[in-house]
């Protein structure tokens, strides 16, 4: 009743605005243009479930993080862990494990076209972007490997016509200012830039009793820009590049079980205090940089586009790892990644009966990384802190030819068919270095592995459109993630190998617009197959137990996902999202080193509900100024953190409420809004584990308190 009670208020206070403005006229929706099939297309013509956020509406909810879009769209999961690094996205019931470097992610993560090869580079600053668009369900045959759950794409700003500037300084409790400022310069009618910045500043929302520090802070600065060359009529080049860096102490843990330590002096007496006692500091450091050149020719039958990119970063955190004042044992991970990568790719005019695009792509990365644990003398094993390291340097090249083409057969049935040829080469060479004496991890001489994986992935879909406003359509996709090494886990004795991930997915969708167009209507129903899912187990390997990966389980997925836009007047709006999921283990025998079965067992981080409400208001006060409110609710239910669906590792369900109020000028000069996010304070969790070294002691994240702040916004 609690959560149906606070969903129920933004529809009283919906009801209610909607009642003083009703005289007006109806207002009909603007089209959502997506590219989500790599050519600027209607949503409706689109046969696959993809839902896209206009800079529009993500300026009215204020996002400037991935954690505000956590509940956005259906069936979809987005966890940051508190993290820069571990940012978990699960689509459909499918996530991956995103701290190893030697496993990749189940959902690609796209900006301006370029695959972000590992998460450690996706929870940076949401700013200055043009689009957010998720496709849900695998995407093999155009977007490639590793998005077998779905895609992300992130669409930053172009320039504009004329030249111009604008700013936001936001400032708010727990210390919190954020800085926003872009320009554009219009230099001639074919050439143009624009240069954004972001600045994001906020004090921990925990304080470290131990060392005086605040946790779970915010300290990050962003750059962007992009230059439009159009020396042609049929050539245009566009230059981007980005760069940021962090420095912040994210990472806390709030000890939720004291395990044997329970009643004594080292028990943590509150896990929702948000005040930990850690004789050691998180600290996260993260540097990066990316550019890429994108050229368009454009010819009679269609446009040649080259997408070329490098990106780079470097990555350190460390963090205490036995929760207490103690100095028992400390870990954390360095890395250095580069990656190249060329796409080419020629689209056709859209033909009244046929029209296709064909493309080659190619990608190569590297990265090095060193884990690092410190085991300190408290632990009893050694008089002095003794460390651990294990290096590992990874290269991956990748090749792949893809091609899609529409069959029209009359105007209102035709085809859709799409296939991939993709060629995945992975080296490895590893080394550990253990403590003087072997007693936790003995030395380890180098070694180097390979592997290849090649695949098709295909994917096809039968179209109906019986009108100009409605799709109707049938659709099979092919996915997989490709095969790797857990470099956590290479030893004498294993070379900790899995093999590739497959799904198959099966998929009915519907989209219209209804009421002249005031309204947006979607829905999918789907069902997906997985086989040689890769997990985590933790094993027995020569007495020691030891995460792995391995191809254990299978898995099945089905649901249904709505989507609803409704403008019912040019003042008001109303955007809503429903998603239902059932997604297990069909089969995962021998989960762990003592056999237990989790076949039958939910999927981690799958909620089976998931929904969210948004609605926004604009009306004139005055001839120059309007008042502006916007208001959204998400609800989750009950989501199992553990393959184990372990009680203990489960956060039931939460209900969240934002909301934004103020005032604008009707040009939209200037704007300046109150904010406030999870105004109920709700305390619930977004990660729970067991503890590393204390027998019995389990440890969790929370997710941000109540905030609030004011906004004022200027563009000239």
């Known amino acids: 009743m609690h959560n149906i009670a606070k969903i129920g208020s933004v529809s009283a206070i ?152 604008e700013g936001a300084v936001n400032i708010g409790d727990y210390d919190a200012l954020n800085l926003f400022g872009a320009a554009d310069l219009v230099v001639s009618d074919t050439a143009k830039a624009r240069i954004s910045l972001s600045s994001q500043r906020r004090s921990g929302f925990t304080d470290n009793a131990t060392t ?6 915010v300290d990050g600065t962003s750059l962007r820009f992009a230059v439009v060359l159009d020396p042609a009529e049929n050539f245009r080049v566009i230059w981007r590049g980005d760069a940021a860096e962090d420095r912040t102490n994210m990472g806390a843990s709030e000890v939720l079980a004291n395990g044997v330590l329970a009643g004594s002096p080292l028990a943590d007496a509150n896990p929702e205090d948000r005040v930990v006692s850690n004789d050691f500091d998180p600290v996260q450091n993260r540097d990066l940089w990316g550019t890429s050149l994108e050229a368009e020719w454009t010819f009679g039958g269609g446009t040649l586009t080259s997408l070329t990119a490098f990106r780079e970063y470097q990555w350190f955190n460390a963090a205490d790892n036995d929760f207490t004042p103690l100095n028992q044992l400390r870990s954390g991970i360095s890395e250095e990644q580069s990656q190249f990568s060329q796409e080419v790719r020629f689209t056709s005019e859209k033909g009244e009966h046929f ?91 180098l070694r ?11 994917s096809i879909s039968l179209n109906w459109t019986p009108s100009d406003n409605t799709l109707l359509y049938a659709s099979y996709a092919r996915g997989y993630k ?39 209507l979607a829905a999918a129903a789907f069902f997906l197959d997985y086989t040689d899912l890769q997990v985590n187990q933790l094993v027995t390997i020569g007495g020691v137990p030891t995460f792995t990966t391995s191809n254990a389980a299978a898995a099945e997925s089905w649901g249904v996902e709505l989507e609803a836009t409704w403008e ?14 059932n997604g297990e283990y069909s089969d995962f025998q021998n989960a762990t080193s003592s056999g237990e079965d989790y076949s039958g067992n939910s999927l981690p981080e799958a909620p089976e509900h998931s929904l969210s409400i948004n609605g926004d208001y604009r ?6 100024i309007d008042f502006v409110l916007h208001a959204d609710t998400s609800y989750r239910s009950k989501i199992y953190f553990s393959a184990s669906n372990d009680s203990d590792f489960t956060q039931d369900a939460v209900t969240l409420l934002n909301s934004r109020i103020g005032i604008a000028a009707n040009d939209d000069s200037w704007s300046l809004m109150l904010w406030g996010r999870n105004l109920s304070d ?27 702040g004011v906004e004022l916004r200027a563009r000239y």
């Open 448 to 458: 180097k592995l390979s592997r290849k994986d090649e695949e098709l992935t295909p």
């Open 355 to 445: 029209d296709y695009i064909v493309g080659a792509y190619y990608l190569k990365e590297d990265l090095s990384a060193v884990s690092n644990a410190i085991i300190g003398p408290d632990l009893g094993v050694y008089p002095a802190e003794t460390p651990i390291d294990i290096f590992a340097d990874l290269t991956t090249t990748s090749y792949a030819a893809f091609g899609q083409m529409n069959f029209h057969f009359n105007e209102q049935v035709g085809i859709t068919a799409a296939l991939r040829a993709s060629k995945d080469e992975k080296d490895v060479a590893h080394s550990a270095v253990g403590d003087p004496y072997g007693a936790v991890l003995a030395d380890s001489a």
């Open 212 to 217: 005086g520090t605040d946790l779970d802070d």
């Open 619 to 624: 009306r004139s006060m005055t001839p120059s």
């Open 482 to 520: 490709s095969g790797g090494y857990n470099v956590f886990s290479i030893n004498a004795g294993s070379d900790a190998e899995y093999r590739p991930e497959f799904v198959n997915n099966y998929e009915l969708g519907a989209k219209s617009t209804l009421a002249d167009g005031a309204i947006y």
């Open 14 to 165: 919906s009801l209610a605005l909607f009642g003083t403005a009703q005289a007006e006229e109806v207002n009909k929706l603007d089209t959502i243009i997506v590219t989500a099939q790599k050519r600027e297309q209607s949503i409706l013509e689109v046969p696959v479930a993809v839902s896209a956020v206009s800079s529009e509406s993500l300026e009215a909810a204020g996002v400037t993080r991935l954690d505000d879009l956590s509940s956005a769209f259906p069936n979809v999961y987005m966890n940051t862990n508190n993290s820069l690094r571990t940012t978990s996205i699960s689509i459909r019931g499918v996530a991956s494990n995103p701290n190893n470097p030697g496993v990749d992610q189940g959902v690609g993560v796209f900006v301006d076209g370029v695959y972000q090869s590992r998460p450690t580079t996706i929870n940076t600053n949401l700013y200055d972007l043009e689009r957010v668009e998720v496709i849900r369900g695998p995407q093999g045959a155009l977007y490639g490997k590793n998005t077998i759950a779905g895609a992300v794409n992130l669409i930053s700003k172009l320039p504009g016509d004329k030249s111009g500037i």
């Open 568 to 581: 019912p007047i040019d003042a008001l709006r109303f955007t809503a999202a429903y998603g239902y999921l």
């Open 682 to 708: 709700e305390t619930y969790a977004v990660s729970r584990s067991s503890g590393v070294i204390i027998p019995g002691q389990q440890i969790q994240s929370l997710g941000a308190p109540r905030t609030f």
